[in-house]
């Protein structure tokens, strides 16, 4: 009795250890890429979960038909395969790759052999196949946006923490953030409250553009934000470089022209710097004549 009480502790010892390990899991957000490793695996076990049923199938199947062939005709010579369980515990080590046995021992039973070569072509080659396959599917799928969803899972993982963080501790970290005061986009441009910064080197981030939307008017809280005119068709192009130089060009051009000037500007656009050049200098030369 004493024997079977430490078998059935050290039982439930393992299974208190297993459980341990896996709450250790959740460490894992202090590291994207363990974090999102992770999620990778998580997500796989579908697919895993997927094949053992297959298998599962598969080893009843073979397991149960082996096992009435080897009662009837192996005989003594049947070995691992005279009865169910033993016939599906060495069909799942040929699997596996662990099967200790000699395929000669069975060369005297075609049916016997003929059977498990079947096994074995359709869990070996299709199952574990299809497997591979859809293991790098899912894997391609999920790696797009495996970053993203690695940094939800540390979000929610922050969110039920929350609930053991006394209130006083949490207003204090909330206090050294200073998020009341007010960060600076530029220095001596003040920008808004309730932001972190953090300083970047100047060219690692270039903008061609100003991002900040800045507009005229009182600060009050109360009146309404201006609505963003958004610029549609030939607004949007004459935001175009180019188009604004042959625009200029052509304006040049017509006022020579009103003075008597026939000049006529050649080429494309990538001539444009030369042609302004040429007017303006012609249109020198007339003024001092």
């Known amino acids: 009795a004493t024997a079977e009480i430490f078998y059935w502790y050290s039982v439930c010892g393992m299974i208190a250890m297993i459980v341990h390990w896996l709450l250790l899991i959740d460490m894992t957000i202090f590291s994207t890429q363990l974090s999102a490793f992770l999620l990778v695996v998580g997500h796989v076990l579908g697919e895993v979960k ?152 100047s060219g690692l981030h270039r903008e061609n553009e100003e991002p900040i939307k800045r507009y005229g008017g009182t600060t009050a809280s109360e009146a309404p934000w201006p609505e963003e005119k958004q610029k549609r068709g030939h607004d949007a192009a004459e935001d175009n470089p180019e188009v604004r130089l042959a625009h200029i060009e052509y304006l040049l051009e017509k006022a020579l022209r009103r003075k008597g000037m026939d000049i006529g500007i050649g080429g494309h656009h990538s001539g444009s710097g030369h042609s302004s050049i040429s007017i303006l200098s012609s249109g020198a030369s007339a003024s001092s004549a």
Request: proline share 2%; with cysteine.
């Open 50 to 201: 997927q094949f053992l049923t297959a298998l599962t199938f598969l080893l009843l199947l073979f397991g149960s038909t082996i096992s009435i062939l080897c009662d009837r005709q192996c005989g003594d010579d049947g070995g691992d395969f005279n009865d169910m369980w033993n016939a599906i515990i060495s069909l799942f080590s040929i699997t596996v790759g662990l099967y200790q046995g000699d395929f000669r021992e069975i060369q005297g039973d075609p049916m016997l052999l003929t059977m498990i070569y079947l096994f074995l072509l359709v869990s070996v080659v299709l199952l574990l196949n299809l497997l591979i396959a859809q293991l790098n599917q899912t894997y391609e799928y999920i790696n797009k946006d495996v970053l993203g969803f690695a940094r939800l899972n540390r979000a929610s993982l922050v969110v039920d923490a929350m609930a053991s963080c006394p209130k006083a501790k949490w207003k204090s970290f909330i206090t050294d953030l200073r998020l009341d005061e007010k960060r600076e986009f530029d220095e001596g441009d003040l920008g808004l409250a309730g932001c972190i910064q953090s300083h970047e080197p």
